[in-house]
């Protein structure tokens, strides 16, 4: 089992900022984060789709300490994780990918979409959710066989009533599904929605027996300035001062600047952000949910890059768009628990 630790070793020349970087159980590297991209080993590269993004080694001393405080608290959660055998996680469930079909397609389009899914050969170590947009929900539910649970895209935060253009969480499982998207960044930033509200949201689908996936995530600029974990973890508190338990919720973590754009994080860059959010939990919740939390990744996720994101350990699945519309890569993409099977 690897476990990766944030550690300040030196101060980058041309900032002042303490350098941050990974080092593992199996040694600390000790190449410099300043140094050229080539001169560093390839675990610490960025990698050619988004060069500058880490939100360790970007951060100023402040948050670098704070960051490395949170990967200390982290250790004990992560060494005392017993093996799953087969599958190795951070979380204690099933390897989960969830597809969220957005505001796309259209009956036609729709049926080609589940026929392909029914015949695909998909992995039994998976759980597997799809996002269809509201008025296709009936048609999805009624044609699917494969075993893939329906997952609403959003949900109003309370009963039905005069809440034009909304839908219930009683509405929703009366249509027979049993998740729901919250706190989606479009959802965030598109529509204005807030902390509060979403977390609002939350509770009362809970309260209904909707199971949660919900999302977290920063944008571009949040990421430059060094944001990127207090972005996420005020998101991550309006959730948890709203909702009894994380019983039955699925973390998303999906930075803005990789959703649609083609864009997506290295799985180093994705690792050190669900491994802080998985710290975060154990000191604000409890161990016994940062322990069994399922913290998924979603941006710009395809067929081509979910294998190398899935070995990291604490990705535990996916949240996809764009490549959930095409029945056969996403099948590629649920079939990436396999890529943990080699992590014992």
């Not at 410099?32 to 610490?44: E, F, N």
């Not at 499982?173 to 598109?190: A, N, Q, Y």
């Not at 902390?195 to 309260?207: M, P």
Request: charged letters at 20%; one cysteine or more; a neutral charge.
């Amino acid at each position: 089992m690897r476990l990766w630790v944030a550690r300040i070793l030196e101060v980058e020349p041309m900032t002042g900022f303490p350098v941050a970087y990974p080092s593992s159980s199996e040694g600390l590297m000790a190449t410099p984060a300043y140094m050229s991209a080539s001169a560093k080993p390839a675990c610490i590269q960025s990698g050619p789709a988004c060069t500058q993004f880490s939100g360790l080694r970007r951060s100023g001393f402040e948050q670098c300490m704070r960051v490395s405080s949170s990967f200390a608290d982290l250790q004990q959660f992560v060494t005392a994780r017993s093996s799953r055998g087969v599958v190795t996680m951070a979380g204690t469930g099933k390897f989960f990918v969830g597809g969220n079909w957005k505001c796309n397609g259209t009956k036609d389009s729709i049926a080609k979409l589940v026929g392909d899914l029914n015949g695909a050969k998909l992995e039994d170590d998976v759980e597997i959710i799809v996002a269809p947009p509201f008025v296709y929900i009936s048609q999805v539910k009624d044609t699917l066989t494969a075993p893939i649970q329906i997952s609403a895209q959003n949900s109003w935060s309370g009963k039905g009533g005069a809440f034009t253009g909304e839908i219930s969480a009683e509405q929703l499982k009366d249509t027979g599904c049993e998740w729901v998207i919250l706190g989606h960044s479009e959802r965030r930033h598109v529509i204005g929605e807030t902390n509060e509200f979403i977390g609002k949201k939350a509770a009362y689908a809970l309260s209904q027996n909707l199971k949660v996936i919900a999302c977290v995530g920063e944008k571009l600029e949040e990421r430059e300035a060094g944001k990127t974990f207090n972005v996420c973890f005020e998101q991550l508190k309006a959730f948890a001062d709203a909702v009894p338990s994380w019983d039955n919720i699925v973390i998303a973590y999906e930075p803005v600047w990789a959703i649609g754009t083609g864009k997506v994080a290295t799985p180093l860059q994705a690792q050190e952000v669900h491994a802080v959010i998985r710290g975060w939990m154990g000191k604000n919740v409890s161990s016994e949910a940062a322990k069994a939390v399922r913290i998924i990744y979603g941006g710009s996720v395809n067929g081509a890059n979910c294998e190398e994101l899935a070995k990291k350990e604490d990705i535990d699945g996916f949240l996809v768009g764009g490549a959930s519309l095409k029945g056969p890569e996403f099948a590629t993409i649920c079939n990436s628990v396999t890529a943990k099977k080699a992590v014992v």
